[in-house]
């Protein structure tokens, strides 16, 4: 496996209207796209710095998976999100390196990427997700 760099850090939140003023004021930049990917049950929000985005994540219900990771941790760091050329082969890799996989296949994300996830207890405690490079 060998990411072309980060592509993004997910932070959750409980409201994007408080999260994205002190987010485009600490970095200086912009939120330059908000979508709500229903299929999450979350409404999503983008800012940029030099390569790497900052992702946003306000739950759409309290039952979903960002719901259920502000109850349980709060808000904080959700995810990281790794740049790949050919997610479908590093998601094999994965497996075949041992590596539990949320999501044997890849499926559609935010900003219209291909997305999986690895499983934290495969990961070192850290909630892993591949995005197709389009690069």
């Given at each position: 496996?060998?990411?072309?760099?980060?592509?993004?850090?997910?932070?959750?939140?409980?409201?994007?209207?408080?999260?994205?003023?002190?987010?485009?004021?600490?970095?200086?930049?912009?939120?330059?796209?908000?979508?709500?990917?229903?299929?999450?049950?979350?409404?999503?929000?983008?800012?940029?710095i030099g390569?790497?985005?900052?992702?946003?994540?306000?739950?759409?219900?309290?039952?979903?998976?960002?719901?259920?990771?502000?109850?349980?941790?709060?808000?904080?760091?959700?995810?990281?999100?790794?740049?790949?050329?050919?997610?479908?082969?590093?998601?094999?890799?994965?497996?075949?390196?041992?590596?539990?996989?949320?999501?044997?296949?890849?499926?559609?994300?935010?900003?219209?990427?291909?997305?999986?996830?690895?499983?934290?207890?495969?990961?070192?405690?850290?909630l892993t997700?591949?995005?197709?490079?389009?690069?």
């Amino acid at each position: 496996m060998k990411p072309t760099h980060i592509e993004h850090i997910g932070i959750a939140v409980k409201s994007l209207d408080e999260a994205i003023p002190f987010y485009e004021k600490m970095l200086g930049t912009k939120c330059y796209a908000i979508e709500e990917v229903t299929d999450q049950k979350v409404k999503t929000a983008f800012l940029r710095i030099g390569q790497t985005k900052i992702e946003l994540l306000e739950s759409t219900d309290p039952e979903g998976p960002i719901g259920k990771h502000i109850e349980k941790r709060g808000e904080g760091i959700h995810h990281i999100a790794y740049a790949v050329k050919g997610i479908e082969s590093h998601l094999k890799e994965a497996e075949e390196s041992g590596i539990r996989l949320i999501d044997l296949q890849p499926r559609r994300g935010a900003e219209g990427l291909d997305i999986a996830f690895l499983h934290p207890k495969s990961t070192f405690g850290v909630l892993t997700e591949f995005c197709e490079d389009k690069s």
